[in-house]
């Protein structure tokens, strides 16, 4: 591996307030998580792009982060797991300095009785969802630019039924790690967050949480006494842009439940 530079590592605020006027494009930010992180970066100033298949669920996401005064927001209907796609949006998007990727379902299916066909599918989504933004961000994005991936809690947890996709997670988990040392010649730095349940609409669906109270109800044992919320899931990813010191890191954000 090369260890020739191509710029010095830029020393800045670890605030997230450093974050204003940087460009972050956001792999499925039509909901969850991703548009938490959008929701909050337009908070702080930044200019982001969202991307994600369902345009009527992306235009409803960009119609309300544009509430934020001085929003700057655009939205790309398209496949975030398409490497092409996300070059094209990089380079529409203008100047880019974060990639966050959240994109990449859970989806269960027990060793005995899923179809290969299947499996392949979902566990290629996700590692080459991430494998493929990679490549298309490390391109583009200046020094000190970051990308960042979403891993989960079942890593450290397993549940039965679930063994690839649990493997798929554990495999971005280490080409997080990997990609933070071959890229730092770049000075471009890689991370994940490692998520236990939040409060989104697909746990929300996968659980048959119908309403609010059905959701605190299903939290209720919970260490803290409830799941995170998409806002405090997403708060970690604005850290790992901000801070040009985090680098190969998969930072922690479950409330708890892995201790129990």
Do not use: K
Not at 193 to 200: K, L
Not at 201 to 222: C, F, I, K, V, Y
Not at 237 to 260: I, R, Y
């Amino acid at each position: 591996m090369s260890t020739t530079t191509v710029a010095p590592m830029p020393v800045s605020s670890p605030l997230t307030s450093a974050l204003r006027g940087r460009g972050v494009v956001i792999v499925g930010g039509s909901s969850g998580i991703g548009l938490a992180a959008g929701a909050l970066l337009t908070s702080v100033g930044a200019r982001v792009t969202l991307v994600g298949r369902d345009a009527t669920r992306l235009a409803a996401a960009v119609d309300r982060l544009r509430t934020t005064p001085d929003a700057s927001v655009t939205g790309v209907a398209g496949d975030g797991n398409d490497e092409n796609v996300l070059e094209q949006v990089l380079d529409q998007a203008g100047q880019v300095d974060h990639v966050l990727v959240t994109a990449g379902g859970f989806s269960p299916g027990a060793l005995l009785d899923t179809p290969a066909e299947q499996v392949r599918a979902n566990v290629d989504g996700r590692i080459w969802g991430a494998y493929g933004a990679a490549r298309a961000a490390a391109r583009r994005l200046p020094a000190g630019g970051s990308i960042t991936f979403s891993s989960g809690l079942y890593l450290t947890r397993p549940i039965p039924g679930a063994s690839a996709a649990i493997a798929s997670i554990g495999a971005v988990e280490g080409l997080t790690r990997a990609l933070a040392v071959e890229l730092a010649p770049r000075r471009l730095r890689v991370n994940a967050v490692r998520y236990g349940v939040v409060d989104t609409p697909l746990a929300r669906g996968a659980m048959g949480a119908a309403d609010d109270s059905a959701m605190a109800a299903a939290g209720q044992n919970a260490l803290l006494g409830r799941f995170a919320t998409a806002e405090e899931a997403a708060s970690a990813t604005l850290f790992l842009m901000a801070n040009n010191f985090m680098t190969g890191t998969v930072l922690t954000v479950d409330g708890g439940q892995s201790l129990v």
